[in-house]
């Protein structure tokens, strides 16, 4: 392993800018910068010198000894003024005296190389500082500090177990005891399936919390689209006018709700149009709808509005409901009567948006990547195969499909991984993280 470095701190002014020095060289850059030797884990307070002796700035300076420090490596923390042109200047100076710059995530992938994290909780770090809301954070955080990777090896382990017990029936099968009818391993696997089912479960909501949700608004002209974006964003931000036609491109604003971010597009209203400009809105609203999470399918209650082939999850909403003197409420589950103009009934539109984009909050969810429900996924139908040839009285296949699923746990906290996989996660991280 060499030396890496990077400004750890935003890019742009500010209070404070931190640079990050990871690998064998740290201790001897940080007394070559500072002049001084550097105590362990203590805050010195330093002048940062160029290599004629020339100060660049002063600061904190700290040292973390191996295996003591977040890489598990030799690490050195210069804590500057917040300029682009010192932190620039101090990198300059870390890489000749025998650093180089480290590519996005580097740090972190060196401490899940050096066992200090797992891959879960070094997607939690990134998940963490890329969450937008209270909730994604607080879930990211629950990777971070290892609680969803404890509850896969919690389910790895009891995996394991049953793994030993069947390869016990299979070497007795000569003998009269009857390993698979007793209903014990039975029971085992269906636990173990009841707590892929539930982590599963806690990682979906998570993984709809950290993505969010596309929530397209489409309908026929005229029926109050735009003012229904306005209405749900609190802001007049689409044109409203009482012309057809009005809204021709494509029209996105970004809500947070329960701290799920949501991405509200406006479209044109669907009709046959000879205007060049209109149609071209009008395929533009429909490849949108074809992308959504959740369509609002808004129609004038004062008419009967012709309906629209979709395929997306739907929830129908007759607007302008002041007008015929409907109250704003839920007909169904899916169908709303309210008011854009006067805001009346989305509180329970909003509820309904969430709801339908498998949305649920509360405690213990768990920042679910592709990959981790992937996997889960995978897990879930090894256990179902292994279920069924217990039934059968099939220790061996069963067995095997148990190795199946630990082999899919493994890949989620990183026992079993690849170079590609890793190159993937760390570089999607921002540089000196
Ligand atoms: N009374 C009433 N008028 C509305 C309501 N929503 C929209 N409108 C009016 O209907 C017309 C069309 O609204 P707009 O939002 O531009 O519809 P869009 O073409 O579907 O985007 C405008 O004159 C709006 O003021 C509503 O809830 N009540
Ligand atoms: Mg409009």
Redesign the pocket.
């Known amino acids: 392993m060499d030396t890496i470095c990077a400004i750890a701190t935003p890019s742009g002014r500010g209070g404070v800018g931190v640079v990050r020095v990871s690998g064998p060289n740290a201790r001897h850059i940080a007394i070559k910068l500072t002049g001084k030797e550097p105590g362990k884990r203590i805050a010195h307070y330093s002048r940062f010198l160029d290599d004629l002796g020339r100060q660049i700035d002063e600061g904190i300076s700290i040292y973390f000894a191996q295996p003591n420090s977040f890489t598990g490596e030799e690490v050195a923390e210069f804590q500057c003024h917040g300029s682009p042109v010192v932190l620039d200047r101090m990198v300059s100076r870390i890489v000749a005296l025998g650093a180089r710059l480290a590519r996005p995530g580097e740090f972190t992938e060196r401490a899940y190389l050096n066992n200090k994290i797992d891959l879960a909780q070094a997607e939690g770090v990134a998940d963490l500082i890329n969450s937008a809301s209270q909730e994604a954070a607080d879930a990211a955080l629950r990777s971070l500090t290892g609680e969803f990777s404890r509850a896969i090896k919690d389910i790895d382990k009891k995996t394991l177990n049953l793994r030993v017990y069947l390869e016990g029936a299979i070497d007795f099968s000569d003998e009269e005891i009857d390993f698979l009818s007793d209903g014990e391993s039975k029971n085992r696997a269906e636990e173990i399936y009841s707590l892929l089912d539930e982590v599963f479960d806690q990682s979906n909501r998570g993984a709809v919390l950290n993505d969010g949700i596309d929530v397209v ?1 489409s ?13 749900l964003g609190g802001i007049d931000r ?10 021709r491109d494509l029209l996105e604003m970004n809500l947070v709700i329960d701290g799920l971010p949501i991405r509200l597009t ?1 479209t ?2 669907i009709r046959n149009s000879e205007d060049r400009v209109e149609k071209e809105g009008v395929n533009r609203a429909i490849g949108a709808v074809g992308k959504a999470d959740v369509v609002l399918w ?1 129609m ?1 209650a004062q008419r009967v509005e012709p309906t629209f082939d979709i395929v997306a999850p739907i929830l129908t909403i007759w ?5 015929t003197g409907e109250k704003p409420k839920e007909i169904d589950e899916t169908t709303f009567s ?5 805001g ?1 009934g989305l509180d329970s539109l909003m509820e309904a948006i969430k709801s339908k984009a498998g949305f649920v909050s509360g405690k213990n969810v768990f920042v679910g990547r592709r990959r981790h429900l992937e996997a889960l996924v995978l897990a879930k139908k090894n256990t179902e195969i292994a279920i069924e040839e217990i039934t059968r009285g099939n220790a061996e296949l069963a067995a095997e499909g148990f190795r199946a699923v630990q082999e899919q746990l493994g890949m989620i906290v990183g026992n079993t991984s690849n170079d590609e996989l890793l190159g993937a996660i760390f570089s999607s991280f921002c540089i000196g993280k």
Do not use: R, Y
Not at 241 to 247: H, W
Not at 319 to 323: A, E, R
Not at 338 to 342: D, E, I, N, R, T
């Open positions: 608004i309908g026929p002209p005229n029926v109050g689209k735009s003012s229904l974006l306005n209405a689409a044109i409203v006018t009482d012309i057809p036609g009005t809204t406006d044109a209203g808004v004038d607007n302008k409901c002041d007008l309210v008011s854009a103009k006067f009346l």
